[in-house]
Nanobody
Framework: QVQLVESGGGLVQAGGSLRLSCTAS?????MGWFRQAPGKEREFVTA????????YYSDSVKGRFTISRDNAKNTVYLQMNSLKPEDAAVYYC????????????????????WGQGTQVTVSS
């Protein structure tokens, strides 16, 4: 069993930045961030694959968000810059206990563990 603990959400003005963190209690092979806004389905944001440190981004965040990791801390970070009101959502950290293909890293059902979610609010 892997537990994921997220932190770093909050309220920020449009154009501002936030950094989310997610620490895993056990071994994982890929980790990602998804988000869900009220009345919408959960959507992929970004993922990082440990085997080759490949990173993947949704088109809506590419160029503004950056996923990174700290191996020593078993932690991934999501640096979010140039935030927009449409980025507001509950952000969920997720982890896989197996590697993923490029397509697989984007798919929520492929992730085995999920964090509790952290709220990101962006004011216009």
């Amino acid at each position: 069993q892997v537990q994921l603990v997220e932190s770093g959400g909050g309220l920020v003005q449009a154009g501002g930045s936030l950094r989310l963190s997610c620490t895993a209690s056990g071994r994982t092979y890929a980790m990602g961030w998804f988000r869900q806004a009220p009345g919408k389905e959960r959507e992929f944001v970004t993922a990082i694959r440990w085997s080759d440190v490949s990173t993947y981004y949704s088109d809506s965040v590419k160029g503004r968000f950056t996923i990174s990791r700290d191996n020593a801390k078993n932690t991934v970070y999501l640096q979010m810059n140039s935030l927009k009101p449409e980025d507001a959502a509950v952000y969920y950290c997720a982890a896989r206990t197996a590697g993923c293909s490029e397509y697989g890293c984007y798919v929520a059902r492929g992730y085995d563990y999920w964090g509790q979610g952290t709220q990101v609010t962006v004011s216009s």
